[in-house]
Nanobody, 126 residues
Framework: QVQLVESGGGLVQAGDSLRLSCAAS????????MGWFRQAPGKEREFVAG????????YYADSVKGRFTISRDNAKNTVYLQMNSLKPEHTAVYYC???????????????????WGQGTQVTVSS
């Protein structure tokens, strides 16, 4: 019922910043808990950040705390991931995901999400 489209990725140097966007279709965006995941070359997809429906609560993987910031603008049906001080190990395809479930206990578990975008490539050189 919802389509997610990521954008904002690209090739940057270590220390640079990027802001990823995830645009969602429909009028029920506020009903969805949202998350960002990433998949690095040769590795499995992993949790990066999550945000509650109102945006009041955010959650981060330990590896990105203090470096990445997730936010949402429900009026624009968009969730963002601000990525600062990027390092080569952040190179990955970044995916946004949405959960429409009533029972939800973990932003980390990708099995709790129902909809996924196609991903946007982030490549950090040096």
């Amino acid at each position: 019922q919802v389509q997610l489209v990521e954008s904002g990725g690209g090739l940057v140097q270590a220390g640079d910043s990027l802001r990823l966007s995830c645009a969602a279709s429909g009028r029920t965006f506020t009903n969805y808990r949202m998350g960002w995941f990433r998949q690095a070359p040769g590795k499995e997809r992993e949790f990066v950040a999550g945000i509650s429906r109102s945006g009041s609560n955010t959650y981060y993987a330990d590896s990105v705390k203090g470096r990445f910031t997730i936010s949402r603008d429900n009026a624009k049906n968009t969730v963002y991931l601000q990525m600062n001080s990027l390092k080569p190990e952040h190179t990955a395809v970044y995916y946004c995901a949405a959960s429409a479930r009533v029972y939800f206990s973990s932003y980390v578990d990708e099995m709790h999400y129902d909809y996924w975008g196609q991903g946007t490539q982030v490549t950090v050189s040096s």
